[in-house]
């Protein structure tokens, strides 16, 4: 089955909402319409991102599973941009971006 990437690059957190509880949060609205492999934060330029890499059937399918589970974690962190990602050849492609 095809592996996807959702990239999160998030700023401030909706209140109430501890800092530790973001990124497993993250995972579990994706695993709502995805099998969640993996995740994992990272700072990239100063930014913190949310990683989480899933399984989709195809190319619609895991699209649509990062874009439902985007808006469960809107409520969690502002989510200031996104980067939809499908493992290809040993390389990963960019479907979308927002």
């Given at each position: 089955m095809p592996s996807y990437r959702l990239i999160l690059t998030v700023g401030a957190l909706a209140p109430?909402?501890?800092?530790?509880?973001?990124?497993?949060?993250?995972a579990e609205h994706l695993g709502v319409y995805a099998n969640?492999?993996?995740?994992?934060?990272?700072?990239?330029?100063g930014v913190p991102q949310l990683v989480l890499r899933y399984t989709g059937e195809d190319r619609a399918v895991a699209l649509d599973a990062a874009l439902r589970g985007l808006q469960g974690i809107r409520?969690?962190?502002?989510?200031?941009?996104?980067?939809v990602l499908q493992r290809v050849h040993g390389r990963w492609e960019a479907i979308t971006r927002g």
């Open positions: 109430g909402v501890q800092p530790e509880s973001v990124l497993p949060s993250a969640v492999e993996s995740f994992d934060l990272r700072i990239s330029r409520g969690l962190v502002e989510v200031t941009r996104y980067e």
